[in-house]
């Protein structure tokens, strides 16, 4: 078994009387390829909420490499190597698809402000890094002829895809993906899961991602965890997850007696 | 280090030559309103800064403006630390320390109100502005409501203007450049999405306490100036409605745009100026009621400001370039 | 202590004359969530409308709970008429609009209102028609009470309860609610969101109406400045109870009231202007949504 580099320990959200998800444990391993999915509203965008710091989870605790990372902020999180995509695509719309890029690598800028007024070459040189990196990375999705054009004027399954630029130039550990083939045709979605199993051996990334399309996460997914109404009925290999009967009650609902 | 200072030298001497034109082909009253374009275009400036980079709606910045001035004008009256002939050496020095002062208050109002968001931010600092008001008022060592009279001038109107010039470009090349650099990406990024920006690792309560900062400085210095020029203040100069009109002219020139932000400037402070022809002949002021007739207009015609969020040198590329 | 209660009722009668023009402000940002400056001024328009109806009536001089009756109709319907106006000539053009841009042009029309005032009335204050006669209506223990703060209270208190059976009891109310809650929605559901946003308008400006002549009443020095400091406090007093909430803005515009007062009486008047917007800070920055207000959760 390799080493554990996330763990959810009983991690509980409760808004107001509802509990969104009801303390909640999983285990991700180095390298790993894992699913999350359940039914929806079962609580799997809540999940990630409380994994990147959106949300701090009322009970328990996540750790990340052996260490604790409650109540620390969202930016503190990424900074730490958790990457994120959103469901509902949050790109700076009105900013270049670069610059969407380039704001993700903010983090590993070391000149101060007044490099930037005086010109210096600390400056000028990280500025130019700082862009090499970015356009490689566009490269991977095929997004580098766009580079300049706003993010907001991509097609949808292109947006889909810089979100995942973005996060991957935070340089993570572990990247999560919010549905990242929704709205995507077959092709496209077989072309995507290409991608993201290439991105995790070049970049030796651990990947967690929500999906609806059963076919894919089946396909592609190591470990899955199924979530039901907050709570986990199942975890394990996709043949597993595949004859259990309580996914299968939890998907298509029991027949009341 | 010798090219960052290129091109604002260029512009300084830029500035003086037109600068000159005015000094020998205009009257008094022409030249002092055109320094008071000129503190306009700093505040203007300066308040793009927060209002359109990093998309916080502040309505405190006549609080900012209030302090730099008041400490211009005590320091200035009260401090003489160099000879006659090296006083331009100690009012740049006053100037920057009004911009400083201005710039602490704004890390102190900065630092718990920009949890909020919107609305509620530009009350509170509405409120914070209002605050530094009334402070001022109760303050007798600067003259309370009567105010601060026989502020020293920066001389004539040539070396007030040059002072002027500097300070703009100071401020013009900061915020340009800053905007150029990852910094200003993060600003940015505020600006779009928050809880993006936190997610890509971007602190983004670090980001707007900066931008708050850098702003009230330069809205201080706007202040100095100003406390220099008309030689007297009080603290009715300082009404949240001078902020109201710094934010009109943020979106009237184009959020986001500095070289709206100066046209903006510039249309504001000299349209109540030509208008007064019209006063002579009618006999009462319609100034203010077409002033903000023309406000409301252009916000219903042209919601995006003068220049939206482009520069003067997009428009030109935009434009000019194709159609050549 | 009979110094403290005398100055509890003064302050309650300063509240509920906020709590007339707070309202007009938490209705509409309610329902368009925007910050209406102009009606501050729209309130000042109701006492002049009022003077001059009076003088035309030739009822400025003629205290009476007629002549009373007679302002407050004058200003109520004055002022519904100007907010109406608006509302359709500034405000429904920019309904799509940035927020920013909607709270310039609604600034731009403050400014117009305040100047345009100046050129129409002039900018001398005008001496507000002699509505009621003042006198101690009770005294005992040392607390005076007398017909104004009397009438301040009961015409408050009036307005309020039909704004509230206004809004609750009936269906223009429910649509008001509705629309309030989600625009979209309510109009699926057959509601014309834009006339409803015109009767809230007409509504909250009425009841700017009424405060002006109960100010006029009690301050009777007019001039069409006179709603930007007591516009602003109104406001306040709507942000510290949780904009949007009908009861919050009461309950906002009491304690603005009330503090004022006490620090008038107790501390320094000058310091006055600043008490309000210490509170307000206090208040938004531990808790953002005011004292009534909900705080939504941005959904990610």
């Given at each position: 078994m390799s080493d554990v580099l996330l763990e959810a320990k009983n991690i509980t959200m409760q808004f107001g009387g509802l509990k969104?998800?009801?303390s909640l444990a999983f285990k991700i391993h180095k390298g790993q390829l894992a699913g999350l999915i359940g039914p929806n509203g079962a609580g799997k965008t809540t999940v990630f909420n409380m994994l990147t710091g959106v949300y701090q989870p009322t009970e328990g605790e996540v750790i990340l490499e052996g260490q604790s990372i409650k109540g620390l902020k969202p930016f503190q999180i990424s900074q730490r190597g958790i990457a994120r995509t959103f469901q509902n695509i949050r790109l700076f719309k009105k900013l270049s698809v670069l610059d969407n890029v380039l704001i993700a690598t903010h983090q590993h800028v070391k000149y101060s402000l007044l490099n930037s007024l005086l010109l210096t070459k600390s400056f000028t040189e990280s500025e130019k890094n700082q862009k090499e990196k970015a356009m490689d990375l566009l490269k991977i999705f095929s997004l580098e002829s766009k580079a300049n054009e706003l993010s907001s004027s991509l097609p949808y399954g292109q947006q889909r895809k810089l979100e995942i630029v973005r996060a991957l130039a935070t340089d993570p550990k572990i990247i999560l993906l919010d549905e990242p083939a929704a709205g995507m045709n077959h092709s496209e979605t077989h072309q995507l899961m290409d991608t993201i199993a290439k991105i995790r051996e070049d970049f030796k990334l651990t990947v967690l991602l929500i999906e609806h399309d059963m076919k894919l996460v089946m396909g592609i997914c190591e470990n899955i965890f199924v979530l039901d109404h907050g709570m986990k009925i199942e975890e394990g290999q996709p043949a597993k997850i595949q004859n259990s009967k309580k996914v299968i009650e939890a998907y298509l609902g029991i027949e009341e007696a | 280090m010798f090219k960052a200072f290129k091109n604002p030298t260029l512009a300084l001497i830029g500035l003086a030559i037109f600068g000159l034109g005015i000094n020998f082909g205009f009257n008094d009253y022409i030249q002092l309103t055109v320094l008071f374009i000129m503190v306009n275009c700093i505040l203007a400036m300066s308040l793009n800064l927060v209002n359109g980079y990093t998309g916080q709606f502040s309505l405190g910045h006549a609080g900012f403006m209030a302090i730099g001035s008041y400490f211009t004008a005590y320091s200035s009256t009260h401090w003489n630390i160099f000879p006659a002939n090296l006083q331009f050496i100690s009012a740049f020095l006053f100037i920057v320390g009004g911009g400083l002062l201005a710039a602490i208050a704004g890390f102190i109002v900065g630092l718990p109100s920009l949890r909020l968001k919107g609305d509620y931010l530009a009350i509170v600092t509405l409120g914070f502005g209002e605050i530094i008001r009334v402070a001022l008022l109760n303050m007798d060592f600067l003259g309370g409501p009567r105010g601060y009279a026989n502020i020293p001038s920066l001389g004539s109107f040539l070396s007030s203007y040059l002072f002027a010039s500097l300070w703009i470009l100071i401020c013009l090349f900061t915020i340009w450049r800053v905007m150029q650099s990852s910094y200003g990406r993060g600003f940015l990024s505020v600006r779009e999405d928050e809880i993006a920006a936190e997610s890509m690792g971007v602190d983004t309560t670090k980001m707007k306490v900066r931008a708050f900062v850098m702003s009230s400085f330069f809205a201080g210095i706007a202040g100095s100036l100003f406390a220099h020029f008309t030689s007297f203040i009080n603290p009715s100069s300082f009404t949240y409605l001078q902020s109201i009109n710094a934010v009109i002219m943020v979106v009237l020139g184009g959020m986001g745009s500095l070289s709206g932000s100066i046209v903006a400037a510039i249309f504001i402070t000299a349209f109540p100026e030509i208008l007064r022809p019209l006063q002579e002949l009618t006999?009462?002021?319609l100034r203010m009621v077409i002033y903000s007739l023309t406000l409301i207009l252009m916000m219903i015609l042209r919601p995006k400001g003068i220049f939206g969020e482009l520069e003067i040198t997009d428009v030109w590329r935009k434009y000019v370039r194709r159609s050549a | 202590m009979q110094d403290f209660v005398q100055h509890l009722i003064n302050g309650i009668s300063l509240g509920s004359i906020y709590a007339l023009i707070a309202l007009g402000y938490t209705m509409v940002y309610g329902i368009l969530k925007m910050i209406n400056f102009a009606h501050s001024d729209v309130y000042m328009v109701g006492a002049f409308a009022s003077y001059y109806v009076a003088r035309w009536l030739g009822i400025d001089s003629n205290p009476s709970i007629g002549t009373l009756i007679i302002l407050l109709l004058t200003s109520m319907f004055f002022c519904s008429l100007l907010g109406l106006l608006i509302e359709r000539l500034a405000y429904r053009p920019l309904r799509n609009s940035p927020k920013l841009n909607i709270l310039i042009t609604a600034i731009g029309v403050s400014l117009f209102l305040e100047y345009g005032g100046q050129v129409v009335f002039g900018a001398d204050p005008k001496v507000f028609p002699d509505v009621m006669k003042d006198f101690v209506l009770f005294s005992g223990a040392g607390i005076e009470l007398t017909s104004f703060d009397i009438t301040v209270l009961i015409v408050s208190i009036l307005a309020m309860f039909a704004l509230d059976f206004l809004i609750y009891k009936t269906k223009l109310g429910k649509a008001m609610r509705a629309v309030s809650s989600n625009p979209s929605v309510a109009s699926l559901m057959g509601v014309n969101p834009d006339r409803i946003i015109s009767f809230t308008f007409i509504v909250g400006s009425a009841l700017a109406g009424v405060g002006s002549v109960l100010v006029g009443m009690k301050y009777p020095k007019i001039d069409p400045?006179?709603?930007?400091m007591i516009g602003l406090k109104a406001f306040v007093a709507a942000v510290l109870g949780g904009i949007g909430s009908i009861s919050g803005a009461v309950l906002g515009a009491l304690i603005m009231g009330l503090s004022e007062e006490m620090v008038v009486a107790y501390l320094s008047s000058t310091y006055r202007d600043a008490l309000a917007f210490g509170i307000l800070i206090v208040i938004l920055i531990f808790?953002?949504?005011?004292?009534l207000g909900k705080y939504s959760v941005e959904k990610v």
């Open positions: 969104a998800v009801d | 006999h009462v002021d | 400045l006179m709603g930007m808790k953002p949504a005011g004292i």
